[in-house]
């Protein structure tokens, strides 16, 4: 399949390389040309613009940081809407808001193209592995004629319901992610000044009913001195969005705007680009716990 792809970060890139061996004519394209240069080497072509990308695409995917990224590329002057043609797909794997979304399919629509929002979950070594989880929304007849090539760069790919809910899964996914997060750290913390062993803490609690995902990668690779390779600022987002989601659908949230604030107050600190790990360490040093995880 002829594909475009938009947006070569650290989630972007693998997957756009995933799409390239599993034998996809790419065509790429990102702000910062230098992105490429690994997938141009691999077979893919470097466009200029998001239109260009689109121009004889077939299929259209975007990895992008919001939604106001999202909406430029798309549906701006050089968009990727202004290169697609009729008959053809426009996928977006980004953390977005509903309503654009929404929005997006409707000018799709008018245009005679369709449009699915798929954002993914698995961190960047689920995207090189091609074993992300996709949250998909859009009609059905769809889904079913793009799930084989979502299925190229995801192991798991769930239609959740109409345009839209593709991205509301992912909010509330993140959402419940960033809560475990703040709860492990501050489990860490407790643990180590009783005395406990950081990494005994985790053997004993992955088999027990405090066990997050969360708890067991971040605190794990904290200890061994690597990292997430997701910025604090993303979080931020990915966690404000999620709140708004609540509100509007009038939810009486509690936990989901203190972790918010916690969040923004660490990336207001200087931190928006550091690595999400980073805040374990800052968090451990005024818990009275070094690195190391000892009190």
Not at 34 to 50: C, H
Not at 67 to 88: I, K
Not at 108 to 134: E, H, K, Q, Y
Not at 276 to 295: H, T
Request: proline content about 4%.
């Amino acid at each position: 399949m002829k594909v475009g792809f938009i947006g070569l970060g650290n989630m972007g890139n693998p997957m756009a390389a995933s799409l390239l061996r599993a034998g996809h004519a790419l065509r790429v394209h990102d702000l910062k040309q230098d992105k490429a240069s690994n997938l141009v080497d691999a077979g893919a072509v470097w466009a200029t613009s998001p239109r260009e990308t689109a121009t004889g695409a077939e299929a259209v995917l975007t990895s992008l940081p919001g939604p106001a990224a999202v909406e430029t590329v798309v549906l701006g002057a050089d968009g990727v809407f202004e290169g697609l043609a009729r008959g053809t797909v426009y996928i977006d794997t980004s953390t977005g808001e509903p309503g654009l979304i929404q929005r997006i399919a409707r000018e799709g629509a008018a245009r005679g193209i369709d449009v699915l929002d798929a954002p993914v979950s698995g961190g960047v070594f689920g995207a090189r592995d091609a074993t992300l989880t996709v949250f998909v929304g859009g009609a059905q007849e769809v889904f079913d004629r793009y799930e084989p090539l979502l299925r190229d760069v995801g192991e798991t790919v769930v239609r959740m319901g109409d345009t839209g809910s593709g991205v509301a899964t992912k909010l509330v996914n993140n959402l419940m992610m960033f809560i475990n997060f703040i709860g492990a750290c501050e489990g860490m913390a407790i643990g180590a000044r009783a005395g406990i062993d950081p990494r005994r803490l985790i053997e004993a609690i992955r088999p027990s009913m405090g066990q997050s995902r969360m708890m067991e990668r971040c605190l794990t690779r904290f200890l061994d001195g690597r990292l997430l390779h997701s910025a604090v600022d993303l979080g931020v987002k990915d966690m404000h969005l999620g709140v708004e989601l609540g509100r509007s659908h009038d939810v009486p949230l509690e936990v989901a705007p203190m972790v918010e604030e916690i969040l923004r107050r660490y990336q207001d600190e200087g931190n928006a680009q550091a690595d999400l790990l980073e805040y374990i360490g800052d968090y451990l040093k005024r818990a009275g716990v070094d690195p190391s995880g000892k009190p």
